[in-house]
């Protein structure tokens, strides 16, 4: 495949993934921008609140709108491969039916609006820089080689917390409209509230604002989780919805290699020997243009009594 083709099919991929995500928000939002998922039920009619847990949060919507993504594999014929394992990359695998040399690779990239940072985000991870980031062919922790996807994109979901004295507790509640039942059972430890309907239940999350971007776009200079081998996002939510990332100026060549070398190339700083962890470094140690950097929105503190939520 020349590398004109290559672009071309990136081209349509991308132009289909941003009008699908379009009309997701309206998929999963009540009028009022709440979630439309308000919690498990039982056999006793007995619906058990979900916690705020930012995992439990980015599994559900998972769940939630797979069988949204398959309709629109099937619609713009792909196949989906799913990570074999919990821990590879990608999420989805997009393989063209008809030329299966073509495939994209898709994670589900789940944020909340960070209510002591009006702006930004809580951040993201944007897979590993690790040995399939460096070895193009290597088949460790990933479904395909990474050189075999013709792009890697985030399907990504902003969303606000809704206030909880308790955001990790669940309780169960009872709703009038699915009827009075005289046996239904209650776990004990659980709190016991009562409701009229479904839609009287406040949902843990709201306001989603759902976008696609390429994840060398989204990425920052740093790592994204503690010792872990991950690139880490931007925060600003402007710049994430643009695209604009630390290395949108400076193209993905510059992204690939700087990851590649992250924490393992060393340059003579100030007359000692030094890691490089940062772009800056490395544009001295390579010889780049540094104007090209998009600096990243630093996080500024909340003024007390400033409505977070947008």
């Known amino acids: 495949m020349t590398k004109e083709q290559r672009l071309l099919n990136k081209e349509y991929f991308t132009e289909a993934l941003n009008r699908f995500v379009s ?56 196949f989906i491969v799913l990570a074999e394992h919990q821990n590879w990359y990608p999420d989805f695998s997009f393989v063209k039916k008809d030329n299966q040399t073509i495939k994209f690779a898709v994670d589900l990239k789940t944020t909340y609006r960070d209510p002591g940072f009006p702006g930004h985000v809580n951040g993201f991870t944007l897979g590993s820089h690790g040995a399939y980031f460096k070895n193009r062919m290597s088949s460790k922790n990933i479904q395909f080689p990474y050189a075999d996807y ?100 400076l193209g993905e060549e510059w992204f690939d290699e700087y990851w590649m070398n992250y924490g393992v190339t060393t340059m003579m700083k100030k007359g000692k020997t030094t890691i490089i962890r940062s772009i800056e470094d490395f544009i001295d140690f390579k010889g780049g243009d540094k104007t090209k950097i998009v600096f990243m929105h630093s996080k500024k503190k909340a003024k007390v009594g400033r409505n977070q939520c947008e």
């Open 23 to 78: 009309g997701l928000g309206e998929y999963i939002s009540m009028d009022n921008g709440q979630w439309t998922v308000k919690g498990f039920i039982d056999i006793y009619k007995n619906i058990y609140t979900i916690s705020s847990d930012t995992k439990i949060i980015s599994k559900i919507l998972e769940i939630h709108l797979f069988p949204k993504i398959l309709q629109f594999a099937e619609d713009n014929g792909y």
């Open 150 to 249: 013709l792009g890697h994109f985030c399907l990504g979901i902003i969303y606000t917390r809704v206030d909880s004295e308790a955001p990790d507790r669940s309780n169960v509640i009872h709703v009038k409209e699915l009827g009075e039942d005289s046996s239904l059972k209650t776990v004990q430890r659980y709190r016991v509230a009562h409701v009229d309907n479904l839609h009287s239940i406040t949902s843990v999350v709201k306001n989603f604002r759902f976008f696609v971007c390429e994840k060398w776009r989204l990425a920052s200079d740093r790592q994204g989780s503690g010792n872990t081998a991950n690139i880490g996002s931007i925060t600003w939510i402007e710049d994430i919805l643009a695209g604009n990332g630390v290395f949108a100026k």
